[in-house]
C-alpha cells in the first residue's frame, strides 16, 4: 500500500486504489506526509510553467466554446467490466500515467485552450511543450516512482531546499524552497556525499523561471546531501566553496 503514494498525490490510481489508499492515509501519518510534500512539488512543477493568456486568446477560446456543438456523452456497452479491469491495470501503466500528469502540469500554460488557430503559435507552442517534456519527464519518473522520498531542508540565511529521491532509479531531484538570491550572479548548488568521501556534485540549481531544480542522476550509496554558494557556472575547483547547509537524504 505505501507504494502508491506517488501515484495517488498525481490522481493516477483507479477508483478503488484511491478509496482503499484514502483509508489508509488516515491511519498512516508518513504516507501521510510524504503525499502532501510529493502533491506539493508537482504543483511547483507546474506552476512554474504556467502563463496568464493573452485577451485575444480568450476571445477566440470563448468565440469558439459558442460556435461548437456539445458532443452527447458516449456509452457502451460492457464499461462496468472494463472499469474492473482498469482497476487491475499494472504497475507501469501507472507510472506512465502519473509521468503524463506532471508533463500536464507543465505544459498548462502552453496549451491553455482549443482554440489555436495560427500555424505560427501553433509550432511555437508545440516548441514548449518538446521543452517541458524534456525537462520534466525525469521528474514525472521520480515522482511516480515506488520507493521516491521525500524530505524538506531549511538553510539558516532563510528558506531551503525540497528534496526527492529514489534508490530504484538511482536518481534525486533537488528543488529551490525559497533560497534568498545570492549577490553577484552567484548560484546555489548541490552536494551527494557519502561517509566520509570526496562531494560529487549534482548540479547547479540556478535562479530560472521554472523555480530553480536539478536533478542528478547516480545517487550510489549517498547519505547527505549539502548545498554551497559558488560563483555563476558552479564550482571552479570542483569542490564546495562555501557550505550554506546539509541534510541527510530522504530514506
Not at 17 to 24: C, L, P, S, W
Not at 79 to 104: C, D, K, L, N
Not at 133 to 141: F, N, S, T, W
Not at 174 to 180: E, I, K, R
Request: net charge negative; with cysteine; aromatic share 4%.
Amino acid at each position: 500500500m505505501h507504494t502508491l503514494a506517488g501515484a495517488f498525490a498525481l490522481d493516477a490510481v483507479s477508483d478503488f486504489e484511491r478509496a482503499e489508499f484514502a483509508r489508509h492515509l488516515e491511519q498512516c501519518e508518513p504516507c501521510a506526509q510524504e503525499v502532501a510534500e510529493l502533491r506539493a512539488t508537482a504543483a511547483r512543477l507546474g506552476a512554474a510553467m504556467a502563463e496568464e493568456p493573452s485577451p485575444e486568446f480568450k476571445d477566440r477560446v470563448m468565440a469558439a466554446m459558442h460556435a461548437t456543438r456539445q458532443l452527447p456523452p458516449r456509452t457502451r456497452p460492457g464499461a462496468p467490466e472494463r472499469h474492473r479491469r482498469s482497476a487491475r491495470a499494472p504497475r507501469w501503466a501507472v507510472v506512465v500515467t502519473a509521468a503524463a500528469a506532471v508533463i500536464g502540469l507543465a505544459a498548462g500554460g502552453v496549451f491553455g485552450g482549443i482554440a489555436l488557430t495560427q500555424q505560427q503559435e501553433l509550432q511555437a507552442a508545440q516548441s514548449r511543450l518538446d521543452q517541458a517534456k524534456q525537462r520534466y519527464e525525469p521528474v514525472a519518473a521520480l515522482l511516480a516512482a515506488p520507493d521516491a522520498k521525500t524530505a524538506h531542508g531549511e538553510a539558516p540565511t532563510g528558506g531551503g531546499v525540497t528534496v526527492v529521491l529514489s534508490r530504484s532509479l538511482d536518481r534525486v531531484l533537488v528543488m529551490d524552497a525559497g533560497l534568498p538570491s545570492q549577490p553577484g550572479g552567484k548560484v546555489y548548488e548541490a552536494w551527494l556525499l557519502t561517509g566520509s568521501g570526496t562531494p560529487r556534485s549534482a548540479g547547479v540549481i540556478a535562479a530560472s523561471d521554472d523555480g530553480g531544480l536539478v536533478v542528478a542522476q547516480g545517487v550510489g550509496s549517498a547519505d547527505k546531501l549539502a548545498v554551497s554558494v559558488e560563483p555563476a557556472g558552479g564550482s571552479p575547483t570542483g569542490a564546495p566553496s562555501e557550505v550554506l547547509m546539509s541534510m541527510p537524504v530522504p530514506t
